[in-house]
Protein backbone atom coordinates (compact mmCIF):
# COMPACT_ATOMS: atom_id res chain seq x y z
CA UNK A 1 0.00 0.00 0.00
CA UNK A 2 1.49 3.17 -1.05
CA UNK A 3 1.64 5.43 1.68
CA UNK A 4 -0.48 9.21 1.33
CA UNK A 5 -1.83 11.56 3.61
CA UNK A 6 -4.68 13.74 2.81
CA UNK A 7 -4.74 17.27 3.82
CA UNK A 8 -7.20 18.13 6.75
CA UNK A 9 -6.67 21.00 7.40
CA UNK A 10 -10.26 23.32 6.22
CA UNK A 11 -9.28 24.17 2.86
CA UNK A 12 -11.49 23.04 -0.07
CA UNK A 13 -8.71 21.44 -1.92
CA UNK A 14 -8.26 18.37 0.52
CA UNK A 15 -4.73 17.49 -1.48
CA UNK A 16 -3.52 14.51 -1.60
CA UNK A 17 0.48 14.24 -0.52
CA UNK A 18 2.85 12.21 -0.61
CA UNK A 19 5.58 11.72 1.92
CA UNK A 20 9.40 12.16 0.38
CA UNK A 21 12.01 10.97 3.15
CA UNK A 22 11.67 14.79 5.36
CA UNK A 23 9.29 16.04 2.77
CA UNK A 24 5.37 16.16 1.54
CA UNK A 25 4.72 17.08 -1.90
CA UNK A 26 1.46 16.94 -3.76
CA UNK A 27 0.60 13.84 -5.35
CA UNK A 28 0.93 13.63 -9.60
CA UNK A 29 -1.59 11.66 -10.04
CA UNK A 30 -4.46 12.37 -7.72
CA UNK A 31 -7.02 14.02 -10.22
CA UNK A 32 -7.48 17.26 -8.50
CA UNK A 33 -4.15 18.04 -6.85
CA UNK A 34 -1.81 17.30 -10.18
CA UNK A 35 1.38 17.01 -8.39
CA UNK A 36 1.25 20.68 -6.35
CA UNK A 37 0.27 21.67 -3.34
CA UNK A 38 0.17 25.22 -1.13
CA UNK A 39 2.88 26.35 1.15
CA UNK A 40 1.17 25.04 4.31
CA UNK A 41 1.28 21.80 3.46
CA UNK A 42 4.77 22.03 2.64
CA UNK A 43 6.25 23.09 5.92
CA UNK A 44 3.71 20.31 7.32
CA UNK A 45 7.16 17.75 8.98
CA UNK A 46 8.75 21.22 10.38
CA UNK A 47 5.44 22.47 11.83
CA UNK A 48 4.50 19.25 13.67
CA UNK A 49 8.18 18.58 15.38
CA UNK A 50 8.78 22.03 16.26
CA UNK A 51 8.92 23.20 19.51
CA UNK A 52 5.22 24.11 19.59
CA UNK A 53 4.17 20.68 19.89
CA UNK A 54 2.50 19.37 22.66
CA UNK A 55 4.03 16.05 23.55
CA UNK A 56 2.88 15.17 27.57
CA UNK A 57 -0.31 15.56 29.11
CA UNK A 58 -0.34 18.64 31.46
CA UNK A 59 -2.27 19.95 34.38
CA UNK A 60 -2.55 23.47 35.43
CA UNK A 61 -0.49 24.57 38.67
CA UNK A 62 -0.96 27.73 38.99
CA UNK A 63 0.61 30.05 35.85
CA UNK A 64 2.82 27.26 34.81
CA UNK A 65 1.83 23.65 33.32
CA UNK A 66 3.41 20.42 34.84
CA UNK A 67 3.52 16.94 33.21
CA UNK A 68 1.57 14.16 34.24
CA UNK A 69 1.19 10.61 33.26
CA UNK A 70 -1.92 10.07 30.69
CA UNK A 71 -3.55 7.68 33.62
CA UNK A 72 -3.54 10.58 36.09
CA UNK A 73 -4.66 12.84 33.91
CA UNK A 74 -7.99 11.00 32.24
CA UNK A 75 -8.63 10.30 35.88
CA UNK A 76 -8.64 13.85 37.05
CA UNK A 77 -10.90 14.46 34.06
CA UNK A 78 -12.99 11.80 34.33
CA UNK A 79 -13.69 12.99 38.11
CA UNK A 80 -14.55 16.30 36.84
CA UNK A 81 -17.10 14.95 34.52
CA UNK A 82 -18.86 12.78 37.13
CA UNK A 83 -18.91 15.90 39.82
CA UNK A 84 -19.97 18.71 37.13
CA UNK A 85 -23.07 15.90 35.93
CA UNK A 86 -23.65 14.89 40.11
CA UNK A 87 -23.89 18.84 41.18
CA UNK A 88 -24.62 20.71 38.29
CA UNK A 89 -26.53 18.28 35.23
CA UNK A 90 -24.96 17.01 32.52
CA UNK A 91 -26.20 19.88 30.56
CA UNK A 92 -23.49 21.93 31.86
CA UNK A 93 -20.70 20.43 30.31
CA UNK A 94 -20.11 21.60 27.01
CA UNK A 95 -17.85 19.92 24.03
CA UNK A 96 -16.32 21.94 21.42
CA UNK A 97 -14.45 20.95 18.31
CA UNK A 98 -14.28 22.16 14.54
CA UNK A 99 -12.32 21.87 12.02
CA UNK A 100 -8.53 21.49 12.73
CA UNK A 101 -8.87 17.91 11.36
CA UNK A 102 -11.47 17.37 8.91
CA UNK A 103 -11.07 13.61 9.44
CA UNK A 104 -14.27 11.79 9.56
CA UNK A 105 -13.30 9.84 12.51
CA UNK A 106 -10.79 12.83 14.22
CA UNK A 107 -13.93 15.02 14.02
CA UNK A 108 -17.02 13.05 14.68
CA UNK A 109 -16.21 9.65 16.63
CA UNK A 110 -15.87 11.34 19.95
CA UNK A 111 -19.10 13.41 20.21
CA UNK A 112 -20.13 9.76 20.80
CA UNK A 113 -18.67 9.88 24.44
CA UNK A 114 -20.50 13.39 25.27
CA UNK A 115 -23.71 11.86 23.70
CA UNK A 116 -23.82 9.16 26.11
CA UNK A 117 -22.98 11.40 28.99
CA UNK A 118 -25.96 14.16 27.47
CA UNK A 119 -23.64 16.50 27.07
CA UNK A 120 -24.26 19.96 25.42
CA UNK A 121 -22.50 20.20 22.16
CA UNK A 122 -22.33 22.91 19.69
CA UNK A 123 -24.16 24.02 15.94
CA UNK A 124 -21.38 24.66 13.51
CA UNK A 125 -22.29 28.08 12.14
CA UNK A 126 -19.77 30.11 12.34
CA UNK A 127 -18.66 29.02 8.35
CA UNK A 128 -20.71 27.94 5.54
CA UNK A 129 -23.67 26.60 7.24
CA UNK A 130 -26.39 29.49 6.57
CA UNK A 131 -25.21 29.09 2.69
CA UNK A 132 -25.57 25.30 2.55
CA UNK A 133 -29.00 25.74 3.90
CA UNK A 134 -29.92 28.23 1.38
CA UNK A 135 -29.12 26.27 -1.18
CA UNK A 136 -30.83 23.74 -0.29
CA UNK A 137 -33.78 25.81 0.20
CA UNK A 138 -33.78 26.21 -3.84
CA UNK A 139 -31.98 23.25 -4.97
CA UNK A 140 -32.48 20.40 -2.51
CA UNK A 141 -28.57 19.14 -1.79
CA UNK A 142 -26.70 21.69 -1.93
CA UNK A 143 -23.84 20.54 -4.45
CA UNK A 144 -23.09 22.62 -7.42
CA UNK A 145 -20.40 22.56 -9.68
CA UNK A 146 -17.18 20.31 -9.23
CA UNK A 147 -13.78 21.00 -10.41
CA UNK A 148 -13.94 19.47 -13.55
CA UNK A 149 -17.48 21.63 -14.19
CA UNK A 150 -15.27 24.45 -13.72
CA UNK A 151 -12.47 23.16 -16.05
CA UNK A 152 -15.49 23.00 -18.91
CA UNK A 153 -16.91 26.88 -17.82
CA UNK A 154 -17.43 29.12 -20.79
CA UNK A 155 -17.73 31.72 -18.47
CA UNK A 156 -16.48 32.25 -14.89
CA UNK A 157 -17.71 34.14 -11.57
CA UNK A 158 -15.82 34.42 -8.83
CA UNK A 159 -17.81 36.08 -6.16
CA UNK A 160 -16.35 37.24 -2.65
CA UNK A 161 -13.57 34.83 -2.96
CA UNK A 162 -9.80 35.20 -2.93
CA UNK A 163 -8.92 31.50 -4.57
CA UNK A 164 -5.04 32.52 -4.88
CA UNK A 165 -4.77 32.06 -1.51
CA UNK A 166 -7.86 29.76 -0.15
CA UNK A 167 -8.18 27.56 -3.17
CA UNK A 168 -4.62 27.52 -5.62
CA UNK A 169 -6.17 24.92 -7.70
CA UNK A 170 -9.25 26.54 -8.39
CA UNK A 171 -7.14 29.29 -9.15
CA UNK A 172 -4.85 27.05 -11.41
CA UNK A 173 -8.09 25.82 -13.19
CA UNK A 174 -9.05 29.78 -13.38
CA UNK A 175 -5.85 30.83 -14.83
CA UNK A 176 -5.75 28.17 -17.75
CA UNK A 177 -9.57 29.23 -18.42
CA UNK A 178 -8.03 32.87 -18.85
CA UNK A 179 -5.29 32.00 -20.93
CA UNK A 180 -7.71 30.03 -23.09
CA UNK A 181 -9.57 33.27 -23.66
CA UNK A 182 -12.81 31.88 -21.45
CA UNK A 183 -14.21 35.58 -19.92
CA UNK A 184 -13.36 35.80 -16.37
CA UNK A 185 -15.33 38.50 -13.64
CA UNK A 186 -14.12 39.19 -10.10
CA UNK A 187 -17.00 40.44 -7.87
CA UNK A 188 -14.45 41.93 -4.65
CA UNK A 189 -14.39 45.10 -2.57
CA UNK A 190 -10.26 44.17 -2.25
CA UNK A 191 -7.81 44.18 -5.08
CA UNK A 192 -6.30 40.65 -5.08
CA UNK A 193 -4.08 38.38 -6.93
CA UNK A 194 -7.48 36.87 -7.78
CA UNK A 195 -8.93 39.89 -9.28
CA UNK A 196 -5.48 40.02 -11.60
CA UNK A 197 -7.55 37.23 -13.62
CA UNK A 198 -10.49 39.31 -15.32
CA UNK A 199 -13.03 42.28 -15.04
CA UNK A 200 -12.91 43.70 -11.66
CA UNK A 201 -16.05 44.53 -9.77
CA UNK A 202 -16.12 46.03 -6.36
CA UNK A 203 -19.22 46.40 -4.95
CA UNK A 204 -19.72 47.96 -1.70
CA UNK A 205 -19.49 45.61 1.05
CA UNK A 206 -22.47 43.90 2.45
CA UNK A 207 -24.65 44.47 -1.37
CA UNK A 208 -23.87 41.31 -2.64
CA UNK A 209 -27.65 40.17 -2.82
CA UNK A 210 -28.53 43.35 -4.14
CA UNK A 211 -26.10 43.21 -6.88
CA UNK A 212 -27.39 39.60 -7.89
CA UNK A 213 -30.26 41.24 -8.28
CA UNK A 214 -29.62 43.63 -10.37
CA UNK A 215 -28.15 41.60 -12.27
CA UNK A 216 -31.21 39.42 -12.44
CA UNK A 217 -33.05 42.12 -13.07
CA UNK A 218 -31.26 42.46 -16.67
CA UNK A 219 -31.43 38.82 -17.41
CA UNK A 220 -35.11 38.93 -16.78
CA UNK A 221 -35.90 42.20 -18.56
CA UNK A 222 -32.85 42.80 -21.03
CA UNK A 223 -31.84 39.48 -22.39
CA UNK A 224 -34.80 37.11 -21.50
CA UNK A 225 -34.32 34.29 -19.00
CA UNK A 226 -34.26 30.73 -20.78
CA UNK A 227 -38.10 30.06 -20.84
CA UNK A 228 -37.83 26.37 -21.63
CA UNK A 229 -35.61 25.97 -18.96
CA UNK A 230 -37.46 27.47 -16.39
CA UNK A 231 -40.83 25.93 -17.12
CA UNK A 232 -39.20 22.20 -17.50
CA UNK A 233 -36.99 22.75 -14.40
CA UNK A 234 -38.28 25.59 -11.97
CA UNK A 235 -41.36 26.44 -10.23
CA UNK A 236 -42.20 29.84 -8.69
CA UNK A 237 -40.84 31.97 -11.30
CA UNK A 238 -43.28 34.74 -11.40
CA UNK A 239 -43.26 35.33 -8.31
CA UNK A 240 -39.23 35.53 -7.74
CA UNK A 241 -39.83 37.69 -11.05
CA UNK A 242 -41.92 39.92 -9.27
CA UNK A 243 -39.41 40.03 -6.63
CA UNK A 244 -36.28 40.80 -9.13
CA UNK A 245 -38.43 43.90 -10.61
CA UNK A 246 -38.05 46.04 -7.45
CA UNK A 247 -34.02 46.09 -8.14
CA UNK A 248 -33.70 48.38 -11.38
CA UNK A 249 -30.26 49.50 -12.51
CA UNK A 250 -30.61 52.86 -10.87
CA UNK A 251 -32.03 51.54 -7.35
CA UNK A 252 -28.95 48.60 -8.14
CA UNK A 253 -25.97 51.51 -8.66
CA UNK A 254 -27.43 53.25 -5.97
CA UNK A 255 -27.30 50.92 -2.82
CA UNK A 256 -24.24 48.82 -4.79
CA UNK A 257 -21.98 51.58 -6.01
CA UNK A 258 -21.45 49.28 -9.03
CA UNK A 259 -22.14 51.08 -12.52
CA UNK A 260 -25.34 49.83 -14.37
CA UNK A 261 -22.70 49.52 -17.57
CA UNK A 262 -21.36 46.67 -15.24
CA UNK A 263 -24.22 45.13 -14.33
CA UNK A 264 -25.61 44.96 -17.42
CA UNK A 265 -22.43 43.43 -19.25
CA UNK A 266 -22.27 40.84 -16.71
CA UNK A 267 -25.65 39.97 -16.99
CA UNK A 268 -25.32 39.67 -21.08
CA UNK A 269 -22.12 37.80 -20.30
CA UNK A 270 -24.53 35.11 -17.92
CA UNK A 271 -26.80 35.23 -20.69
CA UNK A 272 -24.59 34.32 -23.84
CA UNK A 273 -21.42 32.32 -22.42
CA UNK A 274 -23.13 28.61 -21.14
CA UNK A 275 -22.21 26.63 -18.87
CA UNK A 276 -21.27 29.05 -16.51
CA UNK A 277 -19.91 28.93 -13.10
CA UNK A 278 -20.21 31.30 -10.28
CA UNK A 279 -17.19 29.99 -7.22
CA UNK A 280 -19.03 31.66 -4.28
CA UNK A 281 -16.66 32.81 -1.14
CA UNK A 282 -17.75 31.53 2.20
CA UNK A 283 -16.32 34.47 4.10
CA UNK A 284 -19.41 36.95 1.27
CA UNK A 285 -21.98 34.78 2.93
CA UNK A 286 -20.57 35.68 6.07
CA UNK A 287 -22.63 38.49 6.57
CA UNK A 288 -26.45 40.26 8.07
CA UNK A 289 -27.59 39.16 4.53
CA UNK A 290 -25.11 36.18 3.12
CA UNK A 291 -27.18 33.53 2.88
CA UNK A 292 -30.04 35.72 1.51
CA UNK A 293 -26.89 37.11 -0.98
CA UNK A 294 -26.54 33.24 -1.60
CA UNK A 295 -30.05 32.59 -2.76
CA UNK A 296 -29.75 34.99 -4.69
CA UNK A 297 -26.38 34.69 -7.15
CA UNK A 298 -27.37 30.63 -7.07
CA UNK A 299 -30.43 31.50 -8.80
CA UNK A 300 -28.80 33.47 -11.70
CA UNK A 301 -28.14 30.31 -13.52
CA UNK A 302 -31.54 28.84 -13.67
CA UNK A 303 -32.72 31.96 -14.77
CA UNK A 304 -30.30 31.32 -18.29
CA UNK A 305 -30.58 27.95 -18.08
CA UNK A 306 -27.71 25.98 -16.49
CA UNK A 307 -27.56 23.37 -14.09
CA UNK A 308 -26.46 24.06 -10.58
CA UNK A 309 -23.74 26.71 -12.14
CA UNK A 310 -22.46 27.50 -8.60
CA UNK A 311 -20.33 26.41 -5.62
CA UNK A 312 -20.44 27.21 -2.52
CA UNK A 313 -20.38 24.09 -0.64
CA UNK A 314 -20.15 20.18 -1.97
CA UNK A 315 -20.49 18.74 1.35
CA UNK A 316 -23.43 16.79 0.19
CA UNK A 317 -23.02 13.05 1.34
CA UNK A 318 -24.85 10.84 2.83
CA UNK A 319 -22.16 9.75 4.81
CA UNK A 320 -24.50 8.51 8.07
CA UNK A 321 -22.57 11.06 10.71
CA UNK A 322 -25.72 10.25 13.11
CA UNK A 323 -23.91 6.90 13.53
CA UNK A 324 -20.23 8.21 13.50
CA UNK A 325 -21.20 10.40 15.67
CA UNK A 326 -23.34 8.33 18.24
CA UNK A 327 -26.05 9.95 18.46
CA UNK A 328 -28.67 7.45 19.22
CA UNK A 329 -26.65 7.64 23.18
CA UNK A 330 -28.27 10.64 24.28
CA UNK A 331 -29.85 14.28 23.99
CA UNK A 332 -29.32 15.94 21.14
CA UNK A 333 -28.54 19.27 23.02
CA UNK A 334 -26.66 21.98 20.99
CA UNK A 335 -26.35 25.48 21.61
CA UNK A 336 -24.66 27.68 18.38
CA UNK A 337 -21.04 28.23 18.61
CA UNK A 338 -21.36 31.84 17.85
CA UNK A 339 -22.57 32.10 21.52
CA UNK A 340 -20.45 30.22 23.19
CA UNK A 341 -17.97 33.33 24.21
CA UNK A 342 -20.79 34.99 25.31
CA UNK A 343 -22.17 32.00 26.76
CA UNK A 344 -19.07 31.41 29.11
CA UNK A 345 -18.45 34.96 29.96
CA UNK A 346 -21.48 35.23 31.34
CA UNK A 347 -21.10 31.71 33.80
CA UNK A 348 -22.35 29.11 31.72
CA UNK A 349 -20.89 25.92 31.86
CA UNK A 350 -18.92 23.96 34.47
CA UNK A 351 -16.47 22.35 32.29
CA UNK A 352 -15.65 22.51 28.43
CA UNK A 353 -13.89 19.67 26.20
CA UNK A 354 -12.06 21.31 23.23
CA UNK A 355 -10.87 19.72 20.60
CA UNK A 356 -9.93 20.18 16.56
CA UNK A 357 -10.09 23.88 17.43
CA UNK A 358 -8.46 27.13 18.84
CA UNK A 359 -11.34 29.31 19.36
CA UNK A 360 -9.51 32.02 21.83
CA UNK A 361 -8.24 33.12 18.95
CA UNK A 362 -10.93 31.86 16.08
CA UNK A 363 -14.15 32.50 17.48
CA UNK A 364 -15.64 35.71 16.72
CA UNK A 365 -15.85 38.14 19.94
CA UNK A 366 -13.04 36.37 21.34
CA UNK A 367 -12.39 38.21 23.58
CA UNK A 368 -14.64 37.09 25.54
CA UNK A 369 -14.18 33.39 25.45
CA UNK A 370 -10.77 33.78 26.94
CA UNK A 371 -12.64 35.80 29.59
CA UNK A 372 -14.69 32.87 30.56
CA UNK A 373 -11.98 30.54 30.20
CA UNK A 374 -10.33 32.05 32.93
CA UNK A 375 -12.97 31.58 35.27
CA UNK A 376 -12.57 29.89 38.56
CA UNK A 377 -15.65 27.98 38.14
CA UNK A 378 -14.88 26.45 34.85
CA UNK A 379 -12.84 23.26 34.26
CA UNK A 380 -11.32 23.04 30.91
CA UNK A 381 -9.96 20.55 28.60
CA UNK A 382 -7.91 20.90 25.51
CA UNK A 383 -6.65 18.31 23.45
CA UNK A 384 -3.94 19.87 20.68
CA UNK A 385 -1.15 18.96 18.68
CA UNK A 386 0.43 22.53 19.68
CA UNK A 387 0.39 24.60 22.37
CA UNK A 388 -2.52 27.18 21.37
CA UNK A 389 -3.85 30.21 22.54
CA UNK A 390 -6.93 28.12 23.93
CA UNK A 391 -4.50 25.44 25.01
CA UNK A 392 -2.34 27.71 27.45
CA UNK A 393 -5.95 29.19 29.44
CA UNK A 394 -6.65 24.82 30.00
CA UNK A 395 -6.66 23.28 33.22
CA UNK A 396 -5.56 20.25 31.39
CA UNK A 397 -3.66 20.03 28.13
CA UNK A 398 -3.86 16.84 26.32
CA UNK A 399 -1.02 15.51 23.65
CA UNK A 400 -2.78 15.05 19.93
CA UNK A 401 -1.85 13.07 17.28
CA UNK A 402 -1.01 14.93 13.67
CA UNK A 403 -2.57 14.26 10.23
CA UNK A 404 0.22 12.59 9.77
CA UNK A 405 0.58 10.08 12.93
CA UNK A 406 -3.06 8.66 12.03
CA UNK A 407 -5.02 7.02 9.51
CA UNK A 408 -8.57 8.37 8.71
CA UNK A 409 -10.96 8.83 5.56
CA UNK A 410 -11.08 12.12 3.99
CA UNK A 411 -13.85 14.08 2.18
CA UNK A 412 -13.28 17.52 -0.09
CA UNK A 413 -16.27 20.27 0.38
CA UNK A 414 -14.92 20.96 -3.38
CA UNK A 415 -13.82 17.70 -5.01
CA UNK A 416 -15.89 14.72 -5.48
CA UNK A 417 -13.07 12.41 -3.96
CA UNK A 418 -13.13 10.28 -0.86
CA UNK A 419 -9.57 9.32 0.57
CA UNK A 420 -7.84 7.28 2.48
CA UNK A 421 -5.40 9.26 4.76
CA UNK A 422 -2.77 6.91 6.28
CA UNK A 423 -0.20 7.32 9.35
CA UNK A 424 3.29 8.43 8.08
CA UNK A 425 5.65 8.63 11.17
CA UNK A 426 5.10 7.43 14.56
CA UNK A 427 3.25 9.56 17.06
CA UNK A 428 5.68 11.78 18.98
CA UNK A 429 6.16 12.20 22.42
CA UNK A 430 2.78 10.77 23.87
CA UNK A 431 0.74 11.79 21.22
CA UNK A 432 -2.76 9.91 21.56
CA UNK A 433 -5.62 10.41 18.04
CA UNK A 434 -9.01 12.10 19.69
CA UNK A 435 -10.43 8.66 19.60
CA UNK A 436 -8.09 6.95 22.11
CA UNK A 437 -8.77 9.66 24.76
CA UNK A 438 -12.59 9.34 24.84
CA UNK A 439 -12.42 5.61 24.42
CA UNK A 440 -10.19 5.83 27.76
CA UNK A 441 -12.27 8.45 29.38
CA UNK A 442 -15.51 6.27 28.74
CA UNK A 443 -13.39 3.53 31.10
CA UNK A 444 -12.73 5.75 33.24
CA UNK A 445 -16.08 7.11 33.81
CA UNK A 446 -17.03 3.00 33.84
CA UNK A 447 -19.73 3.75 30.62
CA UNK A 448 -20.81 -0.15 29.16
CA UNK A 449 -21.67 1.41 26.15
CA UNK A 450 -20.43 -0.89 23.13
CA UNK A 451 -20.35 2.19 20.34
CA UNK A 452 -17.71 3.98 22.76
CA UNK A 453 -15.33 1.04 22.43
CA UNK A 454 -15.66 0.32 18.51
CA UNK A 455 -12.47 0.42 16.62
CA UNK A 456 -12.44 3.06 14.42
CA UNK A 457 -11.66 0.81 11.64
CA UNK A 458 -14.66 -0.94 11.65
CA UNK A 459 -16.49 2.60 12.25
CA UNK A 460 -14.56 3.34 9.11
CA UNK A 461 -15.61 0.17 7.22
CA UNK A 462 -19.19 0.65 8.39
CA UNK A 463 -19.72 4.59 7.30
CA UNK A 464 -18.59 3.43 3.54
CA UNK A 465 -20.63 0.20 3.54
CA UNK A 466 -24.04 2.40 4.51
CA UNK A 467 -23.21 4.67 2.07
CA UNK A 468 -25.12 4.61 -1.61
CA UNK A 469 -22.16 7.09 -2.96
CA UNK A 470 -19.54 4.93 -2.64
CA UNK A 471 -18.66 1.17 -4.13
CA UNK A 472 -15.83 0.61 -2.57
CA UNK A 473 -14.67 -1.23 0.90
CA UNK A 474 -11.98 -0.14 3.37
CA UNK A 475 -9.35 -2.59 2.20
CA UNK A 476 -9.97 -1.42 -1.42
CA UNK A 477 -9.82 2.22 -0.59
CA UNK A 478 -6.51 1.57 1.19
CA UNK A 479 -5.10 -0.10 -1.74
CA UNK A 480 -6.69 2.34 -4.37
CA UNK A 481 -5.88 5.48 -2.26
CA UNK A 482 -8.97 7.45 -3.35
CA UNK A 483 -12.40 6.97 -5.01
CA UNK A 484 -14.88 9.33 -6.65
CA UNK A 485 -18.30 10.10 -4.58
CA UNK A 486 -21.49 9.46 -7.23
CA UNK A 487 -23.25 12.53 -6.31
CA UNK A 488 -26.87 12.92 -7.99
CA UNK A 489 -27.08 14.37 -11.40
CA UNK A 490 -27.27 17.73 -11.99
CA UNK A 491 -30.69 17.78 -12.86
CA UNK A 492 -31.49 15.99 -10.14
CA UNK A 493 -33.25 18.58 -7.31
CA UNK A 494 -34.44 17.11 -4.06
CA UNK A 495 -36.85 19.28 -3.37
CA UNK A 496 -40.71 19.03 -2.51
CA UNK A 497 -41.41 19.72 -6.30
CA UNK A 498 -38.74 17.80 -7.68
CA UNK A 499 -37.63 21.24 -9.20
CA UNK A 500 -35.64 24.03 -8.60
CA UNK A 501 -37.99 26.14 -6.69
CA UNK A 502 -37.47 30.03 -7.37
CA UNK A 503 -40.62 30.03 -4.29
CA UNK A 504 -39.42 27.68 -1.93
CA UNK A 505 -41.36 25.34 -0.20
CA UNK A 506 -39.09 24.19 2.30
CA UNK A 507 -38.58 27.82 3.61
CA UNK A 508 -41.95 28.38 3.96
CA UNK A 509 -42.35 25.01 5.87
CA UNK A 510 -39.44 26.12 8.41
CA UNK A 511 -40.40 29.59 9.02
CA UNK A 512 -38.11 31.24 6.52
CA UNK A 513 -39.09 33.81 3.44
CA UNK A 514 -40.24 31.68 0.49
CA UNK A 515 -38.69 34.15 -1.61
CA UNK A 516 -35.01 35.54 -0.75
CA UNK A 517 -35.05 38.55 1.55
CA UNK A 518 -33.49 40.68 -0.40
CA UNK A 519 -31.40 43.49 1.86
CA UNK A 520 -27.94 44.79 2.45
CA UNK A 521 -25.88 46.40 5.29
CA UNK A 522 -26.12 49.78 6.89
CA UNK A 523 -23.17 51.39 8.67
CA UNK A 524 -24.26 52.64 12.25
CA UNK A 525 -23.58 56.19 13.30
CA UNK A 526 -19.85 56.83 14.53
CA UNK A 527 -18.16 53.74 13.30
CA UNK A 528 -17.19 54.67 9.84
CA UNK A 529 -15.46 51.70 8.93
CA UNK A 530 -16.18 48.20 8.06
CA UNK A 531 -13.75 45.22 8.95
CA UNK A 532 -13.43 42.65 6.98
CA UNK A 533 -10.83 39.80 7.10
CA UNK A 534 -9.69 36.65 5.27
CA UNK A 535 -7.27 34.44 4.29
CA UNK A 536 -4.01 34.54 3.35
CA UNK A 537 -1.82 31.77 1.17
CA UNK A 538 0.90 31.17 4.52
CA UNK A 539 -1.26 29.82 7.16
CA UNK A 540 -4.74 28.40 8.02
CA UNK A 541 -6.29 30.60 10.44
CA UNK A 542 -4.43 29.89 13.88
CA UNK A 543 -2.86 26.88 12.41
CA UNK A 544 0.67 26.44 11.15
CA UNK A 545 2.12 29.09 13.02
CA UNK A 546 6.38 28.25 13.94
CA UNK A 547 7.57 29.47 17.28
CA UNK A 548 9.71 32.42 14.97
CA UNK A 549 5.80 33.54 13.78
CA UNK A 550 4.75 33.81 18.03
CA UNK A 551 7.26 36.92 18.02
CA UNK A 552 5.22 38.71 15.34
CA UNK A 553 1.83 40.66 15.20
CA UNK A 554 -0.60 41.33 12.53
CA UNK A 555 -0.82 44.72 10.75
CA UNK A 556 -4.20 46.14 10.36
CA UNK A 557 -4.49 47.23 6.68
CA UNK A 558 -6.11 51.20 6.13
CA UNK A 559 -7.03 52.66 2.58
CA UNK A 560 -4.37 54.99 1.21
CA UNK A 561 -7.16 57.90 1.10
CA UNK A 562 -8.10 56.79 4.42
CA UNK A 563 -4.26 56.86 5.71
CA UNK A 564 -3.45 60.57 4.23
CA UNK A 565 -7.30 62.31 5.85
CA UNK A 566 -6.21 60.69 9.37
CA UNK A 567 -2.47 61.16 9.29
CA UNK A 568 -1.73 57.41 9.19
CA UNK A 569 1.78 56.44 8.19
CA UNK A 570 2.96 52.63 7.69
CA UNK A 571 3.81 51.38 11.69
CA UNK A 572 1.83 53.89 13.58
CA UNK A 573 -0.35 52.12 16.44
CA UNK A 574 -3.93 52.49 15.76
CA UNK A 575 -6.63 51.75 18.52
CA UNK A 576 -9.83 49.86 16.61
CA UNK A 577 -13.08 50.10 18.74
CA UNK A 578 -15.96 47.71 17.68
CA UNK A 579 -19.27 48.97 17.83
CA UNK A 580 -19.94 46.39 20.18
CA UNK A 581 -17.68 48.05 22.74
CA UNK A 582 -14.40 45.52 22.48
CA UNK A 583 -11.47 47.12 21.70
CA UNK A 584 -7.91 45.81 19.64
CA UNK A 585 -4.12 47.85 19.50
CA UNK A 586 -2.63 47.36 16.08
CA UNK A 587 0.07 48.29 13.77
CA UNK A 588 -0.90 49.91 10.68
CA UNK A 589 -0.22 49.36 7.35
CA UNK A 590 -1.05 51.30 4.39
CA UNK A 591 -2.60 49.10 1.68
CA UNK A 592 -3.34 50.27 -2.18
CA UNK A 593 -5.77 47.48 -2.45
CA UNK A 594 -8.67 48.54 -0.33
CA UNK A 595 -10.96 51.26 -1.34
CA UNK A 596 -12.14 53.93 1.21
CA UNK A 597 -14.13 53.24 4.35
CA UNK A 598 -12.83 49.27 4.08
CA UNK A 599 -10.31 48.03 7.03
CA UNK A 600 -8.69 44.50 6.79
CA UNK A 601 -6.68 42.09 8.27
CA UNK A 602 -6.20 38.46 8.28
CA UNK A 603 -8.43 35.91 9.21
CA UNK A 604 -7.76 34.91 13.01
CA UNK A 605 -5.13 37.97 13.01
CA UNK A 606 -2.99 38.76 16.57
CA UNK A 607 -2.40 42.35 17.45
CA UNK A 608 -0.49 44.49 19.22
CA UNK A 609 -3.04 43.76 22.20
CA UNK A 610 -6.05 41.52 21.66
CA UNK A 611 -6.83 39.63 18.11
CA UNK A 612 -8.95 41.09 14.99
CA UNK A 613 -11.50 38.23 16.19
CA UNK A 614 -12.40 40.30 19.04
CA UNK A 615 -13.56 42.67 16.98
CA UNK A 616 -15.71 40.62 15.33
CA UNK A 617 -19.71 40.58 15.88
CA UNK A 618 -21.18 37.41 17.61
CA UNK A 619 -24.28 38.88 15.95
CA UNK A 620 -26.17 36.01 13.88
CA UNK A 621 -28.07 35.80 10.60
CA UNK A 622 -31.81 34.74 10.57
CA UNK A 623 -31.30 31.52 8.23
CA UNK A 624 -29.83 28.64 10.63
CA UNK A 625 -28.17 31.69 13.02
CA UNK A 626 -25.20 32.08 10.81
CA UNK A 627 -22.38 34.02 11.77
CA UNK A 628 -22.09 37.96 10.47
CA UNK A 629 -18.13 37.99 10.66
CA UNK A 630 -17.83 40.49 7.74
CA UNK A 631 -20.58 43.04 9.18
CA UNK A 632 -18.46 44.69 11.63
CA UNK A 633 -17.76 48.09 11.98
CA UNK A 634 -14.98 49.83 13.97
CA UNK A 635 -13.81 53.61 14.54
CA UNK A 636 -10.02 53.71 14.47
CA UNK A 637 -7.99 56.54 16.26
CA UNK A 638 -4.07 57.27 15.70
CA UNK A 639 -2.42 56.92 18.57
CA UNK A 640 0.44 59.41 18.57
CA UNK A 641 3.25 59.16 20.22
CA UNK A 642 2.86 54.91 20.83
CA UNK A 643 2.38 54.45 24.35
CA UNK A 644 4.36 51.59 25.72
CA UNK A 645 1.70 50.43 27.61
CA UNK A 646 0.87 48.50 24.49
CA UNK A 647 3.54 46.17 24.50
CA UNK A 648 1.95 43.56 26.01
CA UNK A 649 1.14 39.99 25.10
CA UNK A 650 -2.36 39.81 22.89
CA UNK A 651 -3.89 37.77 25.69
CA UNK A 652 -4.72 40.12 28.34
Not at 71 to 80: D, M, P, Q, R, V
Not at 119 to 142: P, Q, S
Not at 190 to 197: E, F, I, K, M, V
Not at 602 to 628: C, H, M, P, W, Y
Amino acid sequence: MKQRIFCQRDCPDACSLIPTGLMIRGDPNHSVTRGFTCPKALKFPQYYKSERRVLYPHIRSGNEFKRVSWNEALSIIASKIKEVIKEHGSEEILVFNYSGNTGLISYNYPLRLFYAINATRIEYTVCDEAGKLALELHYGMGYGAFPDDLERAKLVVIWGANIASSSIHAYKIVSDLKARGVPIWVIDPRRTRTSLLGRHVRPKPGTDAVLAAGISWYIINEFGPDEEFISEYTVGYDRYRDLISKYDPETVQKITKVTKEDLRELAQDYSSFKPSVTYIGIGMQKTEYGAEAVRVISLIPALVGVHRGFFLSNSSRDFDTAYLQGRNLGHDRRVNMVEVPRLLAKGRFKLIYIYGSNPALSLPRADLFRKGMMREDLFSVVHEIVWTETAELADVVLPATSMLEQEDLVASWWHPYLGYSSPVMEPLGESRPNWWVTQKLAEKLDLKVPELKEDPRNVMSEVLRRSKMISISLDELRGKGYVRLSYPPKDDYQTPSGKIEFLSRKAGEIGYSPLPRIGWDEWPEGYPYKLLTSSVPEITSTQDLMPMDLLKRDNIHVSREDAESLGIRDGCLLLIRSSEGSEAIAVAEVDESLPPGIIWARRSARFIKGSVNDLLTDKTQEIVGGSTFNSNYVSIELIDPPDEQWAVPFIT
